[in-house]
């Protein structure tokens, strides 16, 4: 028995001993955060943001290559064929994950079999905004405005398939509103018609809207927090307008190729952590509207269920497709 004991013992630390030596030595290259969106984007500028800071912190160059194309679908494709070394690394927003797989029957990719969620880096919240000539104020004040107006108001979003289109549609149903989705082609076309009036709502970032707040031409009509928001006081969150499940916040996360050694994602995850705690990294971050995270895999795999299972409900009862316009 113990012979026994000894050589599985022996073939067990044969196995382990690679691992063991990759992860003290990790990283002794540069790392790539491959972003599966264009470049100058919110997903790309915060991906630059953690990778100048991971830089510092584990001394090697973090660089970020982006491979934008069908709402993150395409870099996100090309990710789960790359060696799973801890030298590859995800960081994208939610839409590949939590909504591409119930919006494309013939994905290339599957998100739980291919990918593990390493930390949530960043969350946005997300506001419901309005041209100031809408005469509604309120969500209470949309629905009534719908009602007399059927097929008449607009909701935009930056494309099909992205999780502003699928925050629009939420929207539709829990307002029970008759609203007609236009897709466009980026935010900056969205907001160009939105504030020409030309459509009527958009769920967005307060840092993209900002200066179209600011200056007027643009109005909050609530915020999808749990609470409200220190920049914006006096708009009230969906909740306390009447919709309590309107709860919803953007984020964006790291994850590896599976099979990426353990010790290795430990690594990048406790970078990741005192990333968040840095206060230079804080202010930076904060300056785009957002807040910094480390929330953990356990945790971040909990909160993928939970948004995959409300987009997985949202497409198929409304019979969204990835042309839905």
Excluded: C
Excluded at 204 to 232: E, F, M
Excluded at 251 to 272: C, D, H, R, S
């Amino acid at each position: 028995m113990n012979q026994l004991l000894m050589k599985f013992l022996a073939v067990l630390l044969l196995v382990l001993t690679p691992v063991l030596a990759m992860a003290q030595s990790y990283p002794a290259r540069s790392i790539t955060f491959l972003t599966p969106f264009p470049p100058g984007g919110g997903t790309d500028v915060s991906a630059r943001m953690l990778a100048q800071k991971l830089a510092a912190i584990l001394g090697v160059n973090v660089v970020v290559e982006n491979r934008g194309g069908a709402s993150g679908n395409i870099g996100t494709a090309q990710f789960v064929k790359l060696p799973a070394d801890g030298y590859n690394l995800l960081f994208t927003a939610q839409s590949p994950i939590t909504i591409a797989p119930s919006l494309y029957p013939k994905l290339p990719f599957d998100p739980g079999r291919d990918l593990v969620p390493l930390a949530i880096t960043q969350w946005t919240p997300l506001i419901v905004v309005s041209p100031k000539s809408l005469p509604a104020d309120t969500l209470q004040e949309l629905v009534t405005l719908s009602a007399s107006q059927p097929g008449k108001l607009f909701y935009a979003s930056p494309g099909t398939g992205n999780e502003l289109h699928l925050l629009g549609a939420w929207l539709r149903q829990e307002l029970k509103a008759d609203l007609t989705h236009v897709p466009y082609k980026g935010s900056g076309p969205a907001l160009v018609d939105l504030v020409a009036g030309r459509t009527h709502l958009l769920v967005a970032s307060p840092s993209s809207v900002r200066q179209y707040l600011a200056d007027g031409r643009l109005k909050a009509l609530a915020t999808l927090s749990q609470r409200r928001l220190g920049s914006l006081p006096n708009v009230p969150t969906a909740s306390e307008s009447g919709f309590p499940v309107l709860t919803a916040e953007a984020w964006f996360g790291l994850f590896a190729p599976v099979k990426t050694p353990q010790a290795v994602m430990e690594k990048i995850f406790a970078a990741v952590q005192l990333a968040a705690q840095d206060n230079v990294y804080q202010q930076q971050i904060r300056g785009l509207g957002m807040e910094p995270a480390a929330v953990g895999s356990a945790e971040f795999q909990q909160l993928i269920n939970r948004y995959r299972g409300l987009w997985s409900d949202l497409i198929r009862s409304q019979s969204i497709t990835p042309e839905d316009g």
